[in-house]
C-alpha cells in the first residue's frame, strides 16, 4: 500500500475514532427528569434552613451570634404572610410580581421566550414563589393564549433581608417572612421604581426599594433610619433560594448549577456535586468565599440565570451551600456588619440579575457596571479560546445576514478561508505525492520484502522532494477542535435556540426534525418519537446530504486495494450519517457545508498542480462489477 493511501486510511481512521469517542461521551442528549430529591437525615442547623409553615427560606445566620438562627414565629393559615399582597412587575422583556411577605422577587416570566415553538406556548417561567405563598389571584400581564400554569412545584426565588449585629434581637430585623407595606409605586416597570417599609416598633425603619431597567437587572437598595436612642448594627444579605434539584440536561459539557466570579476566580458546582459539599462550619455543605473587590455569585441554567451582584469595590462573603434538611440549593452574598448611628440612616446596594443569557445584553452590563468577567457566566467550555471568538464571529455575521442558518455557512467560509493555507499545502504535497508514484513503485521492486530498505530509500525520496507524507492529516488535525468549539457554541447559546433556518428548520439547536421513514412529511404520518425503537432508523433530511457529501468527498482518492480497509471506507460515511443525525441541524448543515467546500478546494488545487483528482473514475470503480 503506498504512503499515500496510508495517509488518507490514517485520517479517515483519526476522525472516526474521534467522532464515534464525541458520540460516545458528548452526544445530544434527551432531557431526562431530574433525581429525585436528595432527603438527608441529618442533625445539622441547616435541616431547619425553612419553615415549615411558610415554605420560606430562612436567612443566613449572624456570624456574631454563634450558635442564634433567625427566629420565625409559627404560621398559621391566618397568618397575614399566607395572605400578603402583591407588587406587580412589568417590563418589556419581564413580566411577574413581588411578594409583600419576605419582599421576594419569586414570580417571574421571560416575556421574550416561549417554553416551545408553539407561538401560543407559555412565556417561559424563571421564578416561582412557594406553595403556601402561591400566585393566588395575581394579574398576570400576559395574553390569555400564553398564560402560565399556576401549579408550583419547585419554587425558585431572591429574598433579602439583614443580619442582625451583636446584642441585636433577631425580632428586630426583617427576615424572610416578614410582611412589607408599600410606601411608594405601584407597579415595577423601568423608570418606576417601588419602595416597600418595615417599622420593627423599637426605633429602626427599614426600606427596601427595588428598580428595573428594560432588560433583565434589578436595583434592590436596603437602608435602615434609626430614630432609636443607641446604635444599632446589621449585616445586608441577599439570597437565592432553590428548592429542590431542578430539571436539568444533565449532560457532560454543559454546566448547570451554582456560578460565581471571587475576585477572578470562576466558580462552578453542579447541583449534584453541592449535595457532596464538605460542612463549613454551621452551614452544612457549602462553599463559603471571602471577596475582597469584585464577585457575583448564582445558579445558572443553560439559557437562564439568576445572580446577586454586589457593587463592584464592595467586599462580601459568597457562599454556595446546600440544606440537606430542607432540600434547598443557595447562593448568598453577604455583606458586612454595618452599624447605624441614633437620628442618622445608612443604605446598601446591590444588583440582581434575573432573565435569559443573551451575549450582548451580558456583555453591555459588564461593560456599563464594570461587573467582573460577568461574560464568563455563559458556559464556553475547555476550549473558550476559540468558543468566544468563533461565537462572537457567528454573532456578527447574524447581525449583518439575519438568519443563523446562512450564518453559519458564512462562518464554515471564514474558517475555511483562515485555514486555506495549510490545506493548500496538504493538497499540492499530495499531489507531488502522486507524481513520485513511479519512482516509490521502483523503489518497491528492487528492496522487495526488505521493509526497513524500502522504508528507509522512501524517506530519501520524500525529503529530496521536499514531501511532507503526514501533511494529509493537519487540515483534519486541526478540523478537529474547530468542530468541538462550534458544537460548543451551538449547544449552549441562547442566540442558536429556536432560530430557524430554511423550510422545516425552525431550530438549529435542536436535530433536523424530518424523516426518512415518512418521506419528509410527505406521508400522512408523525415520524417516530424520540427514544422509540424505530427512531434510530428515522434518518432526517440533513443527515443523509451529510453522508451524501462525505461520499462525494471520499471518492476524490482511489478506494485502497486491501479488502478490508475498502469495505471500511464504503461504510464510513453512512456510519457517520447515522451517528450525526441526532445532532444540532446547526452543527450538521457546518459539517455539510465544510464538506462541500473542501470537496471543491481539493479538486481545484489539485487539478492546479497537474493533478485533478479522478472523481467519476474512482465511483466507477467502486461500483459492482457486472457478472459475464
Same mark, same amino acid.
Request: proline share 8%; hydrophobic share 45%; no cysteine.
Given at each position: 500500500m503506498d504512503d499515500n493511501n496510508r495517509n488518507l486510511i490514517l485520517a479517515m481512521v483519526l476522525s472516526a475514532l474521534v467522532m464515534i469517542g464525541w458520540y460516545a461521551f458528548f452526544a445530544p442528549p434527551s432531557p431526562e427528569p431530574a433525581d429525585p430529591a436528595v432527603t438527608v437525615q441529618t442533625a445539622d442547623p441547616n435541616a431547619q434552613a425553612v419553615d415549615p409553615a411558610t415554605g420560606i427560606a430562612l436567612a443566613p445566620q449572624a456570624e456574631a451570634v454563634p450558635g442564634e438562627t433567625p427566629s420565625l414565629a409559627p404560621s398559621t393559615p391566618q397568618d397575614p404572610v399566607l395572605s400578603a399582597g402583591r407588587i406587580e412587575i412589568e417590563s418589556p422583556a419581564l413580566q411577574g410580581s413581588i411578594s409583600l411577605a419576605g419582599g421576594r422577587i419569586d414570580d417571574l416570566l421571560l416575556s421574550g421566550y416561549r417554553e416551545t415553538l408553539d407561538p401560543n406556548s407559555p412565556f417561559l417561567r424563571l421564578l416561582s414563589p412557594t406553595a403556601q405563598a402561591g400566585l393566588g389571584t395575581i394579574s398576570t400581564p400576559a395574553a390569555p393564549d400564553a398564560m402560565p400554569s399556576l401549579v408550583v412545584q419547585k419554587p425558585y426565588y431572591a429574598v433579602y433581608g439583614w443580619m442582625p449585629g451583636p446584642g441585636v434581637d433577631p425580632a428586630l430585623v426583617p427576615n424572610p417572612a416578614t410582611v412589607w407595606s408599600v410606601e411608594s409605586g405601584t407597579t415595577l416597570a423601568p423608570g418606576q421604581p417601588v419602595t416597600l417599609v418595615w417599622d420593627n416598633g423599637a426605633g429602626q425603619i427599614f426600606r427596601r426599594s427595588f428598580e428595573l431597567d428594560d432588560r433583565y437587572m434589578f436595583t434592590v437598595t436596603q437602608s435602615i433610619e434609626n430614630a432609636g436612642p443607641a446604635a444599632f448594627a446589621a449585616a445586608p444579605y441577599g439570597i437565592l433560594a432553590r428548592h429542590g434539584q431542578p430539571d436539568t440536561q444533565n449532560f457532560f $459539557?454543559?454546566?448547570?448549577?451554582?456560578?460565581?466570579?471571587?475576585?477572578? /476566580?470562576?466558580?462552578? !458546582?453542579?447541583?449534584?456535586?453541592?449535595? /457532596?459539599?464538605?460542612?463549613?462550619?454551621? =452551614?452544612?455543605? %457549602?462553599?463559603?468565599?471571602?471577596?475582597?473587590?469584585?464577585?457575583?455569585?448564582?445558579?445558572?441554567? /443553560?439559557?437562564?440565570?439568576?445572580?446577586? $451582584?454586589?457593587q463592584p469595590g464592595q467586599p462580601f462573603t459568597s457562599v454556595v451551600k446546600y440544606a440537606p434538611g430542607a432540600d434547598i440549593y443557595q447562593a448568598e452574598a453577604r455583606l458586612p456588619m454595618q452599624t447605624v448611628a441614633p437620628g442618622t440612616q445608612l443604605s446598601s446596594s446591590s444588583f440582581l440579575f434575573a432573565g435569559a443569557k443573551e451575549w450582548e445584553t451580558i456583555n453591555a452590563y459588564q461593560n456599563s457596571l464594570h461587573i467582573d468577567r460577568f461574560v464568563d457566566s455563559i458556559d464556553w467550555g475547555w476550549f473558550y479560546f476559540l468558543t468566544k471568538p468563533i461565537f462572537r464571529l457567528l454573532h456578527w455575521l447574524h447581525g449583518v445576514i439575519g438568519n443563523m442558518g446562512w450564518s453559519i455557512i458564512a462562518l464554515t467560509f471564514i474558517l475555511k478561508?483562515?485555514?486555506?493555507?495549510?490545506?493548500? /499545502?496538504?493538497?499540492?504535497?499530495?499531489?507531488?505525492?502522486?507524481?513520485? !508514484?513511479?519512482?516509490?513503485?521502483?523503489?518497491? =521492486?528492487r @528492496?522487495? &520484502?526488505?521493509?526497513?530498505?524500502?522504508?528507509? =530509500?522512501?524517506?530519501?525520496?520524500?525529503?529530496?522532494?521536499?514531501?511532507?507524507?503526514a501533511a494529509g492529516c493537519l487540515p483534519l488535525l486541526l478540523q478537529i477542535?474547530?468542530?468541538?468549539?462550534?458544537?460548543?457554541?451551538?449547544?449552549?447559546?441562547?442566540?442558536?435556540?429556536?432560530?430557524? #433556518?430554511?423550510?422545516?428548520?425552525? &431550530?438549529?439547536?435542536?436535530?433536523?426534525?424530518?424523516?426518512?421513514?415518512n418521506l419528509f412529511g410527505l406521508l400522512p404520518y408523525a415520524a417516530p418519537a424520540q427514544g422509540t425503537a424505530l427512531h434510530s432508523l428515522s434518518l432526517p433530511l440533513l443527515a443523509i446530504v451529510l453522508g451524501i457529501s462525505m461520499w462525494f468527498q471520499q471518492k476524490l482518492n482511489?478506494?485502497?486495494?486491501?479488502?478490508? !480497509?475498502?469495505?471500511?471506507?464504503? #461504510?464510513?460515511? #453512512?456510519?457517520?450519517?447515522?451517528?450525526?443525525?441526532?445532532?444540532?441541524?446547526?452543527?450538521?448543515?457546518?459539517?455539510?457545508?465544510?464538506?462541500?467546500? @473542501?470537496?471543491? !478546494?481539493?479538486? %481545484?488545487?489539485?487539478?492546479?498542480?497537474?493533478?485533478?483528482?479522478?472523481?467519476?473514475?474512482?465511483?466507477?470503480?467502486?461500483?459492482?462489477?457486472?457478472r459475464k
Open positions: $459539557i454543559l454546566h448547570e448549577g451554582a456560578v460565581g466570579m471571587s475576585d477572578g /476566580k470562576l466558580l462552578e !458546582q453542579k447541583y449534584k456535586d453541592m449535595v /457532596k459539599l464538605d460542612p463549613v462550619g454551621n =452551614e452544612g455543605p %457549602a462553599i463559603v468565599t471571602e471577596v475582597a473587590e469584585n464577585g457575583w455569585v448564582g445558579f445558572t441554567d /443553560k439559557y437562564w440565570m439568576t445572580t446577586l $451582584i454586589p478561508a483562515l485555514v486555506f493555507p495549510l490545506a493548500r /499545502k496538504s493538497y499540492i504535497s499530495m499531489a507531488r505525492m502522486r507524481e513520485l !508514484q513511479p519512482q516509490m513503485e521502483a523503489i518497491k =521492486e @528492496t522487495g &520484502d526488505d521493509r526497513a530498505k524500502y522504508q528507509q =530509500e522512501v524517506m530519501a525520496l520524500y525529503r529530496d522532494a521536499k514531501v511532507n507524507p477542535p474547530i468542530f468541538f468549539a462550534l458544537y460548543k457554541v451551538i449547544f449552549v447559546t441562547l442566540e442558536l435556540r429556536h432560530a430557524p #433556518w430554511v423550510g422545516w428548520i425552525r &431550530d438549529l439547536s435542536a436535530p433536523d426534525p424530518s424523516s426518512l421513514l482511489p478506494a485502497p486495494t486491501d479488502p478490508a !480497509q475498502k469495505m471500511i471506507f464504503a #461504510w464510513m460515511p #453512512w456510519i457517520f450519517m447515522f451517528m450525526l443525525g441526532g445532532f444540532a441541524s446547526g452543527l450538521v448543515l457546518y459539517w455539510i457545508t465544510n464538506n462541500v467546500i @473542501t470537496i471543491f !478546494q481539493q479538486y %481545484a488545487i489539485m487539478s492546479m498542480h497537474g493533478h485533478p483528482p479522478n472523481l467519476f473514475g474512482n465511483i466507477r470503480a467502486g461500483l459492482p462489477k457486472r
